[in-house]
């Protein structure tokens, strides 16, 4: 029985795997009485049925390359695959420059591999050009946490925090389908005489937990925010001490915020005065008020806004850095945080340090044993990049480690026709995703049980997935991938033990933001994870901002913002607005968990109001189609009452939904805007 870490989401559960013959199974870690914090033994139904795609037909097991002239794939030697791929990036390299490779990571890749995959792109191919599909899960919450705390993590203070405060508010968060064990925590804390406030566009199973509940038009988070402040500071709620002794820059914020009275509010978010008022007067009344914001709130070309107008209500109230208060995210993707906090980030060293920074460049190129100079610049953000795939003046290949770009990015359709301009694409995976399906080169990689590799929860907690089977003959990890790649591009040897490269990890991070220099493997199966930053000789810090922020001065920021409006509004041939998301039984693309038979698979749909269906003459399950200015969708409908009249929902774990999203960026994150846009629907 082997102690490890589910593969899906960022809580990142506790979770045991045993062989029974050839099958694996998946127990809860309170069976053995061992503690895992994130979960404490439970685990969702993508959790119990995560060793489903083990022995699955359809796990790739040799290498593959696709003629380009007739389609057809064929299996070939690993060597012979990576003397292939190797041989056409220096080839590509020396015609056309360092920067016609490009590398795209994922947000689900271990610490180590991150790592790995930033030097592969920086020293062995010497390309600015890397980045990952994080960007579009925490990329917005990111940028506005450092520019509010000079620091991003997730959650400044552990999940159970939830459990003792006394007004919990999520925007744009569905946590009871998207990580149900965490949800125990908004149950306890209404236990415990808490409140909970939902702010989604949809009531959802999240919702239906909460004691006030707030239907915003998509996208109109921002001015809810204003608004709340607004009625904060009107009511002599802004704990001024705080203000003046931890924070800067809230007179600016004070007089913006003085324009959005409840009333013009509503005029734009579509709730009601007395709703707005109403949580005002929670908030103005709590000790203790945790805000925790979501995709749903993110995912917007004005989402970095959006985090700062929320953190603006928090510092206003005195919250962060007091016992069970304050401001936080919840990450999406299992390693969101650690992904983009060691190198695939393309503006990102290891530490989450600038790439711009003399002295950071100066720390990690000593690290490498390189010139500081050798190591490039800044490479396009992951939109920016993948649009740029094929043109004249961007990438002619492109390394894919751990994404389904086809499904996942903002107007798929484009991003496939890019994909399609490219000279080489090499796509790392453990089936053949509809992005694998269009490279020119597969290469078949481990899935989660069968290696080893830390991961960076949503809390900021470094835990270790442990291996507890063999991967099958003819697979190799992403690690040894990377190796073999790098020693062909003429690099000496690289490292393919996960422990000895988290061990170089270490001495990177060193003095960074993200300092995981005091953690070691060891230190994290006896303390069951440890946080960061954790220099050499700490404990790691569980909660942040106690004393001060990260901030040279100690203080926080507030920043002042105002709200633009969505990129794409509704008109006369797009009336609607179509949000998207997740859905309790898939996770992300869906490369693996619509593989696996136990977890249900109904497709994707159309979920809409009866007064919307009736307009347009839809019925329960009868398929409708769904145009906006990118592309369109069939899909049957899903009539509920949850759902705003003017909104419809689409989930994005197949293909389709994303072809329909907008691909406006936000200028500060570099978010897509999949959160909103302009839709038709018809029967």
């Known amino acids: 029985m082997t102690d490890t870490h589910c593969p899906y989401c960022s809580l990142q559960c506790g979770m045991t795997l045993s062989r029974r013959g050839t099958r694996l199974e998946v127990g809860a870690r309170s069976q053995r009485n061992k503690h895992s914090p994130a979960n404490e033994g439970a685990l969702c139904r993508k959790g119990w049925a995560a060793a489903g795609l083990r022995g699955s037909r359809e796990r790739l097991t040799s290498p593959m390359v696709r003629d380009r002239a007739t389609g057809e794939w064929s299996a070939v030697e690993w060597d012979q695959a990576l003397d292939m791929v190797a041989a056409r990036l220096a080839e590509l390299r020396a015609t056309h420059g360092a920067d016609a490779n490009a590398v795209f990571g994922g947000g689900g890749l271990t610490n180590e591999k991150a790592y790995q995959l930033g030097k592969l792109a920086r020293v062995a191919l010497g390309t600015s050009q890397i980045d990952y599909n994080g960007r579009w899960c925490m990329s917005s919450a990111a940028s506005a946490g450092n520019q509010a705390f000079g620091v991003d993590r997730?959650?400044?203070?552990?999940?159970?925090?939830?459990?003792?405060?006394?007004?919990?508010?999520?925007?744009?968060?569905?946590?009871?389908?998207?990580?149900?064990?965490?949800?125990?925590?908004?149950?306890?804390?209404?236990?415990?005489?808490?409140?909970?406030?939902?702010?989604?566009?949809?009531?959802?199973?999240?919702?239906?937990?909460?004691?006030?509940?707030?239907?915003?038009?998509?996208?109109?988070?921002?001015?809810?925010?204003?608004?709340?402040?607004?009625?904060?500071?009107?009511?002599?709620?802004?704990?001024?001490?705080?203000?003046?002794?931890?924070?800067?820059?809230?007179?600016?914020?004070?007089?913006?915020?003085?324009?959005?009275?409840?009333?013009?509010?509503?005029?734009?978010?579509?709730?009601?005065?007395?709703?707005?008022?109403?949580?005002?007067?929670?908030?103005?009344?709590?000790?203790?008020?945790?805000?925790?914001?979501?995709?749903?709130?993110?995912?917007?070309?004005?989402?970095?806004?959006?985090?700062?107008?929320?953190?603006?209500?928090?510092?206003?109230?005195?919250?962060?850095?007091?016992?069970?208060?304050?401001?936080?995210?919840?990450?999406?993707?299992?390693?969101?945080?650690?992904?983009?906090?060691?190198?695939?980030?393309?503006?990102?060293?290891?530490?989450?340090?600038?790439?711009?920074?003399?002295?950071?460049?100066?720390?990690?190129?000593?690290?490498?044993?390189?010139?500081?100079?050798?190591?490039p610049g800044k490479g396009r953000s992951a939109s920016e990049l993948l649009d740029a795939l094929g043109t004249p003046e961007g990438p002619k290949s492109l390394l894919v480690f751990g994404s389904n770009v086809v499904v996942s990015a903002p107007n798929a359709g484009h991003v496939a026709s890019r994909l399609a301009g490219l000279d080489l694409l090499v796509v790392a995976d453990m089936v053949m995703s509809e992005t694998a399906a269009l490279a020119d080169v597969v290469l078949p990689v481990t899935q989660w049980a069968e290696e080893t590799g830390t991961m960076t929860n949503l809390e900021g907690r470094v835990i270790l997935r442990t291996q507890a089977v063999d991967p099958p003959a003819g697979v190799r990890s992403d690690l040894e991938v990377i190796a073999g790649l790098a020693a062909r591009l003429g690099g000496p040897r690289w490292p393919t033990d996960p422990e000895e490269i988290f061990e170089e990890l270490r001495a990177a991070s060193r003095g960074g933001r993200a300092d995981y220099s005091g953690i070691s493997y060891d230190r994290i199966r006896a303390e069951d994870g440890v946080f960061w930053p954790c220099p050499d000789g700490s404990g790691g810090a569980p909660r942040l901002f106690a004393d001060s922020f990260f901030h040279p001065d100690g203080l926080a920021r507030f920043i002042d913002v105002d709200h633009r409006g969505a990129a794409e509004e509704p008109n006369d041939d797009y009336p609607l607005h179509l949000t998207t998301g997740r859905i309790l039984a898939q996770y992300q693309s869906g490369a693996q968990t619509r593989r696996i038979k136990d977890l249900p698979d109904d497709g994707a749909f159309v979920e809409m109001h009866p007064l919307l269906a009736d307009r347009v003459g839809?019925?329960?399950?009868?398929?409708?189609?769904?145009?906006?200015?990118?592309g369109e969708m069939k899909a049957p409908a899903r009539v509920v009452t949850t759902i705003r009249p003017d909104t419809i929902f689409v989930p994005f774990h197949w293909v389709g939904a994303n072809k329909l999203t907008n691909d406006a960026l936000d200028p500060s994150s570099r978010m897509p805007e999949f959160k909103v846009c302009a839709a038709a629907v018809s029967a």
């Open 154 to 375: 997730g959650l400044p203070f552990p999940l159970a925090d939830i459990e003792q405060t006394d007004v919990c508010v999520l925007v744009g968060s569905n946590l009871a389908e998207t990580m149900p064990p965490a949800a125990r925590h908004l149950d306890r804390l209404r236990e415990n005489g808490g409140k909970v406030v939902v702010i989604d566009p949809r009531l959802t199973p999240t919702g239906e937990r909460a004691d006030l509940f707030l239907q915003p038009v998509p996208g109109t988070d921002l001015p809810l925010a204003l608004g709340i402040l607004h009625l904060l500071d009107a009511a002599g709620a802004v704990d001024e001490h705080y203000v003046a002794e931890r924070t800067t820059g809230f007179d600016d914020v004070r007089r913006s915020v003085a324009a959005w009275w409840p009333e013009m509010v509503e005029r734009v978010s579509g709730v009601e005065a007395g709703r707005l008022r109403e949580l005002a007067g929670l908030l103005a009344s709590a000790e203790k008020v945790m805000i925790l914001t979501a995709r749903g709130a993110e995912q917007h070309a004005q989402g970095t806004a959006t985090v700062l107008a929320w953190i603006n209500v928090a510092l206003a109230l005195g919250m962060p850095g007091r016992p069970y208060a304050g401001y936080g995210c919840l990450t999406g993707q299992g390693n969101g945080q650690g992904g983009r906090e060691h190198g695939q980030k393309a503006d990102q060293l290891p530490g989450y340090r600038s790439i711009d920074d003399p002295e950071a460049r100066a720390h990690v190129a000593a690290v490498w044993g390189i010139d500081p100079d050798a190591i």
């Open 618 to 630: 839809a019925h329960d399950g009868d398929p409708v189609v769904v145009r906006t200015p990118r």
